[in-house]
């Protein structure tokens, strides 16, 4: 027969920590405290292979699992000289769910398993102690009423409520033997109420109704819904853990409580917890009375009473234990406890969860305490989570009222009033005002109010809308497709939740969890990033040489180099700061908009010839050639890629009349005339029209252009004596005729400024690789290019053939229905994208093995694509200057990873 339960008693473990899939991780670990001395009650584990059985077998119990369970209970009867359904002598378990994966109060226990009318009684005479036995039973009518028949908790919460009422009782401790007793009445009645059905006298009967709801407790909705979010899988069952009752509800020598070997908070070493006197369960957690804290070290105030001063002798065996119990697991652990007149035993003991901070400084700790290596340590930290230190966020303890929710776009907080523009959003920031920047949406021309913004927020357009894209770019907090948030751009108004806010109002946001406030909530900077920025002394930012210590650690691992996408000076200048070894993308584009230049561009746009379009971009040319100056400096030393112009020409076509009309002053165009050239540079599909490298081979003095302006730059600074290292990419090549055309004028560009200005430069040619036809073609491509950069936003769209800018009316409900595993716009998409990924990278390097590679798109910052990357064996990832850090770290965790 299948065996499916495993003892833990005196004589013997038959579990241990490794089993966590088949005993679920609770199970695993009562089975391994057993195991090295720690005091738990005798007890078994059902196997979570008897829950899938039980599943398989539509809600039937599997042959043979009842008679495991009769010998287990028999085990703990000999063990304890009880029986369970005695009059006498009863013995009480509790049986407790337990999944592979901790999944916090998603699923179901019930306590004191074995009580009756009878049994009560013999409870109450054995230990003399009648308000204890009523206590414990009416506390098992609720829980099993609850999770075997579903009856809602608040029949009886109610119930009890009247009765503290009636006998003028602020705390259930304040009820007596006999209250108690009359409420285990009501109780009984109102489970009969609620299910038809006496309450079960047959302790048998409850135990078996018992284990098949708590496997049962695996499919409630409330957990079905945190595996989808935590992407765990619905086929591992729970496993049911049956464990002798220990009682500390017993009085005040009783206690029960919950405990964390370190600050889940702050990562600080000091012991931590709270604890409730003559309670059983949950009830800290729930609330019913203010718990009190479990060392002088962890309590928040002096007039605190503590667990280490009122039960001093279980405080020490507790303090033995966390010890003992962390140099096992070698991580912070998460304990749950019960003091049994004096007596202290473990009923629960697992792998804390903890802030980002928190686990920073654990893990460098560990590393200094010689308990675990530098390797571990990198691989406990989350890159994800680095988010949260790097950001500004609010102080937990402000008040707040919810104005709406949306996409936590990109991490942060910020308060501010509303701006509807972004030229408004500039003048306002001018003045010295915080400014939240609110649109439905927004598009490249309100890049300059989201810069002078300190948050973004729209209701339109998901994570990788150009709000979220440029917000995570620029580090700023953004909110993106708040659907139920009205814009009303004419009368000036914001409204949602029934709140109606003015443009000028103070609003919120919390891009790290998505919620808007109305009003401005107090924020603090992160110390780490003013630490990293120059803004604070090291020494004064106590968390700062943690995170220093071990990015260091991750940087001696790590293989891939880290760049970063910046377009601007102080972007470059942040980035570099984070951590940044070079640019691997520079747009171009933005710095068409800035200013005066706009005007420009549109000129060249509107010009009718060549030479028109030659002089209005000789107007251009040397501000851009400032820029390119002002980004070489700051990354002196170090590879800057410039991406050569890429977006549809259109998107820098004036928007108002009152624009086309200045625009026609100053060429000289009637604005007729240029609203008809405006109309027909309108494309039915942009996002595969005239845009990228067919722009320049159209016109080719755009590209003329900008090489110019790039070499001058170049050259410039080195006759300065500053190193500079230019990497010229051409966008979107499908053809290996389109990069030859663009390679040839930018290198007859390079040598025309070499010979004017005498001064040699280095620079390489190279392209993206974001047409899928680029991929397949990469060994004919490599011939020409000297490096190449995956473009992996436009590479996803293009090969899934899905605008990500309309992605959003399907792509989730794609994910939720399992159709895709994650959103490929934020994970690669390993099978497909990167398919062709690995296939680039094969022919590429065949061609020109010292061929240089590297990743640009959004996913340069996401640690699950940059592990892919690593396993491609790129040179680089770029992302975006805040996430750096985070790329650096996911780095070295792939490359630790990939060691194995
Ligand atoms: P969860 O997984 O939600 O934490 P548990 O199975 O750990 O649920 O049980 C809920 C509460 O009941 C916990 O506080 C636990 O310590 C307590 N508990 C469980 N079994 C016993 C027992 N045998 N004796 C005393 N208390 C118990
Ligand atoms: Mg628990
Ligand atoms: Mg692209």
Same mark, same amino acid.
């Given at each position: ?14 579990? =241990? ?26 007890? /078994? ?43 006498? =002598? ?5 049986? #407790? ?41 009416? #506390? ?131 012991? /931590? ?45 507790? !303090? ?87 996409? %936590? ?162 972007? @470059? ?57 002002? $980004? ?24 108002? =009349? ?14 007729? &005339? ?29 590209? &003329?252009?900008? @090489? ?16 500079? $290292? ?66 992996? =936003? ?30 490929? /716009? ?12 690995? $296939? ?12 240089? $590679? ?16 690593? !396993?491609? %064996? ?27």
């Amino acid at each position: 027969m299948k065996k499916y339960v495993y003892c833990f008693d005196s004589q013997g473990t038959e579990g =241990n920590a490794k089993m966590r899939n088949l005993l679920g991780g609770k199970g695993a670990n009562l089975a391994e405290m057993n195991r090295i001395g720690i005091p738990v009650p005798p007890g /078994f584990t059902i196997s979570t292979a008897a829950c899938v059985e039980y599943f398989k077998l539509n809600n039937k119990l599997p042959y043979g699992l009842m008679n495991q369970v009769q010998e287990g209970i028999l085990r703990i009867e000999k063990n304890m000289a009880r029986k369970l359904g005695d009059y006498k =002598n009863p013995l009480l378990v509790s049986v #407790r769910s337990g999944a592979r994966i901790s999944m916090p109060g998603m699923m179901d226990t019930v306590l004191n398993l074995g009580l009756n009318d009878k049994s009560v009684i013999g409870l109450a005479k054995e230990t003399e102690n009648p308000r204890f036995a009523y206590d414990s039973y009416r #506390r098992f009518i609720q829980m099993f009423g609850n999770v075997v028949f579903g009856i809602n908790g608040v029949h009886f919460e109610k119930a009890l409520d009247k009765k503290k009422e009636e006998t003028g009782s602020a705390y259930d401790t304040d009820l007596t033997a006999e209250d108690l007793k009359n409420l285990v009445e009501r109780f009984k009645q109102i489970f009969k109420e609620q299910s038809n059905k006496a309450f079960p006298q047959d302790a048998w009967e409850q135990l078996t109704d018992a284990i098949m709801a708590v496997f049962r407790s695996w499919n409630t909705k409330r957990a079905a819904d945190y595996r989808r979010v935590n992407k765990i899988s619905d086929d591992w069952g729970t496993a049911v853990n049956i464990v002798t009752m220990v009682f500390g509800n017993m009085g005040d020598d009783s206690a029960t409580g919950v405990a964390f070997t370190r600050d889940p908070a702050t990562g600080e070493k000091r012991f /931590f917890g709270e604890f409730l006197k003559n309670a059983q369960g949950e009830d800290v957690v729930a609330g019913i009375r203010t718990p009190q804290p479990i060392s002088k070290a962890g309590r928040s105030s002096e007039d605190q009473i503590t667990l280490e001063e009122e039960l001093p002798e279980a405080y020490k065996d507790l !303090e033995a234990i966390y010890k003992k119990l962390e140099k096992h697991y070698r991580d912070m652990q998460d304990m749950e406890f019960t003091i049994q007149k004096g007596k202290l035993w473990m009923l629960q003991t697992r792998t804390g969860k903890r802030t980002a901070m928190a686990a920073i400084r654990i893990a460098v700790d560990m590393v200094e305490e010689d308990l675990i290596t530098r390797e571990e340590a990198i691989m406990r930290v989350e890159p994800d989570k680095l988010d949260q230190l790097l950001h500004e966020r609010f102080d937990p303890k402000a008040k707040k009222r919810l104005f709406g929710v949306g996409i %936590n776009a990109s991490p942060g907080a910020a308060s501010g009033v509303i701006a509807l523009d972004p030229d408004k959003a500039v003048t306002w920031a001018k003045e010295g005002k915080s400014v939240i920047l609110v649109r439905t949406e927004t598009s490249p021309d309100d890049f300059h109010g989201m810069v002078a913004a300190k948050g973004i927020l729209t209701s339109r357009g998901g994570s990788t809308s150009h709000a979220a894209v440029v917000a995570r770019g620029i580090g700023k907090p953004c909110i993106a497709g708040a659907e139920k948030i009205e814009i009303d751009y004419s009368n000036h108004l914001v409204v949602s939740n029934g709140i109606t806010l003015k443009e000028g109002d103070e609003i919120s946001i919390d891009g790290s969890v998505g919620e808007i406030y109305v009003g401005s909530v107090l924020t603090g900077s992160s110390e780490i990033t003013a630490v990293i920025l120059g803004q604070m002394k090291p020494e004064e930012a106590s968390m700062y040489s943690y995170y220093d210590k071990l990015m260091t650690w991750a940087d001696d691992v790590r293989r891939l180099g880290i760049r970063t996408n910046s377009d601007t000076p102080h972007d @470059s200048w942040t980035a570099r700061k984070f951590g940044a070894e070079g640019i691997g993308l520079c747009r171009t584009e933005h710095m068409f908009f800035e200013g005066d230049r706009i005007l420009a561009v549109r000129e060249m746009i509107f010009a009718s010839d060549p030479e028109g379009r030659k002089k209005a971009l000789d107007k251009i040319r040397p501000m851009q050639q400032k820029d390119f100056e002002d $980004i070489f400096k700051e990354m002196e030393g170090l590879p800057v890629t410039i991406r050569l112009l890429d977006p549809p020409l259109h998107e820098f076509l004036p928007h108002t =009349n009152e624009e086309y009309e200045e625009l026609s002053k100053r060429i000289g165009i009637p604005v007729e &005339e240029l609203m008809r050239r405006g109309q027909q540079l309108k494309e039915v599909n942009p996002m595969l029209g005239h845009r990228g490298c067919r722009l320049g081979v159209v016109h080719p003095e755009i590209t &003329e252009m900008q @090489s110019r302006a790039i070499f001058t730059a170049a050259a410039n600074l080195i006759k300065k004596g500053v190193k500079v $290292i230019p990497e010229v990419m051409v966008p979107l090549v499908g053809l290996k005729a389109e990069l030859d055309d663009q390679e040839q004028i930018i290198r007859r560009v390079a040598e025309e400024i070499q010979r004017e200005t005498n001064i040699p430069f280095e620079y390489k040619v190279g392209t993206m690789i974001e047409v899928p036809r680029a991929a397949l073609m990469a060994d004919k491509i490599a011939e020409t290019a000297e490096f190449f950069s995956f473009g992996t =936003n436009d590479l996803t769209q293009m090969t899934f053939g899905m605008s990500r800018d309309d992605a959003g009316k399907f792509l989730p409900l794609y994910v939720e229905r399992g159709f895709c595993r994650v959103d490929p /716009f934020q994970s690669i998409d390993r099978d497909g994208v990167g398919q062709l990924m690995g $296939i680039g990278v094969e022919k590429g390097r065949k061609t020109r093995p010292e061929l240089k $590679i590297g990743i640009c798109g959004e996913h340069g910052g996401n640690p699950q694509s940059i592990e892919f990357c690593d !396993e491609l %064996n790129l040179d680089y990832v770029s992302c975006s200057p805040y996430r750096v850090p985070i790329a650096r770290l996911a780095a070295a965790q792939a490359k630790l990873k990939h060691q194995k």
